[in-house]
């Protein structure tokens, strides 16, 4: 263990770990035009979005093994395998031949992403408990939502000046960064709080988790809210493009979206520390499933095409909602955890990235010449979450001290 780190030390080092998760994908989304141009993609057949298919694959497969191997090994020999990994894939990508080696790398390249963005939680769960540690992951999500203002712009301006090669190139230099400063952080798993790692003791811990229904309740709350979130990621450039005639503009509209995440999060920090995590979710899930509602009355009343000017208002408020309970749930889930936490964020992380990616894809599919299908997915799917939530609430309050008991983990 390293000597006690600031508060303030800790939250900067967590939100850089984000950076260096989201910058696979936000500094690329700029040069996916290029890259499709540099392989001659629409001649061969290929598509581009499969650079950020791969990614995502990878990252939502590799938290399955950087968590657990996490509460054996510890939080920073986990990260800096992972960020090795994801200097690799970077460099890889920039120097790829082919779209197939492209490919491959970014795959290597979310694979290494993962363990930061399975990680970042971890480890504030063994720094912090409760209604702190709520307040510290919502405070690193919405430094992370700046990437989606900044760094695009950052990817844009890198093409003013080099081809997409050099955009991965500064990839790989910011990875290269992170790498740096989690040598200078230290290790924050307690030596004895440390278990075994094997595919039996992995298969356990699933279950431990599985039967913590509060844990698993969160889990499904935070998988269809992510669901309800992908929808947007998925559908807003096709909707702005294709109904709203706007693509021209969908950068700035974005990025206007995720500043105000990022102050509906900081706003959500203060609120935390006045009422309590459990309070605030509940209040802003009834919320989230409030506008949903008024949007599919818009909607349906404007036969699916209402003014640009409303549609982006409802969405990018609706949203803010969605991300002010994603952290919440996160923190929530597992807090019951313990020393589980490596292992229960993994779980965690791939549920809800790859469960809500197969949610959202239900509804994305929907969305041709209106945004009905954006607002009911929403409805449907806060609702759903909503249900989880309290029943998770419920569970609970007959858990407290579960994890310190079972056997299984010792």
């Known amino acids: 263990m390293t000597a006690p780190r600031s508060h303030r030390a800790v939250v900067s080092y967590l939100a850089f770990l984000g950076v260096v998760m989201a910058v696979g994908v936000d500094i690329a989304l700029p040069a996916f035009d290029r890259i499709g141009d540099s392989f001659n993609l629409d001649a061969t057949g290929g598509n581009v979005s499969l650079v950020g ?9 590799g938290q399955l093994v950087f968590g657990p191997a996490s509460d054996r090994f510890g939080r920073s020999a986990c990260l800096k395998v992972g960020i090795v990994l994801a200097v690799i894939g970077a460099l890889g990508a920039a120097l790829a031949p082919s779209f197939g080696l492209l490919l491959a790398a970014r795959v290597v390249w979310g694979l290494g992403a993962a ?4 990680l970042r939680t971890a480890i504030a769960r063994d720094l912090f408990e409760g209604d702190e540690m709520a307040r510290v992951v919502t405070t690193i999500m919405a430094v992370f939502l700046i990437g989606p203002i900044i760094v695009p712009s950052l990817g844009q301006l890198v093409l003013e000046v080099g081809s997409w090669r050099t955009v991965f190139a500064v990839a790989t230099v910011v990875s290269a960064a992170g790498f740096v400063w989690t040598l200078g952080f230290g290790e924050t798993l307690k030596p004895e709080d440390r278990r075994e790692f094997k595919l039996a003791t992995f298969g356990q811990a699933i279950g431990v988790v599985a039967r913590t229904r509060s844990t698993v309740g969160y889990i499904v709350a935070q998988t269809f809210t992510t669901g309800a ?6 559908s807003s450039q096709p909707i702005m493009d294709n109904i709203y005639d706007r693509g021209s503009q969908f950068a700035a509209y974005f990025g206007l ?28 899930s009834m919320a989230m499933v409030a506008l949903a509602a008024l949007g599919v009355v818009m ?9 640009f000017g409303a549609w982006f208002a409802w969405v990018a408020v609706t949203n803010s909602m969605v991300v002010l309970m994603s952290p919440m749930c996160n923190t929530l889930a597992l807090e019951p955890m313990g020393r589980l ?14 469960g809500g ?12 010449d209106s945004v009905t299908p954006m607002a009911v997915g929403y409805f449907l799917y806060g609702s759903l979450a909503l249900v989880a939530l309290v029943w998770a609430g419920r569970a609970a309050r007959t858990e407290t001290g579960l994890i310190a008991s079972e056997p299984v983990v010792a």
């Open 229 to 234: 979130f992908v929808i947007f990621l998925g």
């Open 115 to 118: 363990s930061p963005a399975v």
């Open 299 to 307: 909607m349906l009343a404007t036969d699916g095409r209402p003014p």
């Open 357 to 368: 990616a197969l949610l959202a894809s239900v509804f994305d599919a929907l969305i041709e």
């Open 341 to 354: 936490a490596g292992t229960a964020s993994a779980i965690l992380g791939f549920v809800t990235l790859a």
């Open 53 to 61: 298919t791969t990614y995502f694959l990878g990252m939502a497969t």
């Open 257 to 284: 979206a995720g500043a105000l995440m990022a102050v509906g999060l900081l706003i959500n920090n203060r609120l935390i520390r006045l009422r309590g995590t459990r309070f605030i979710l509940m209040g802003v």
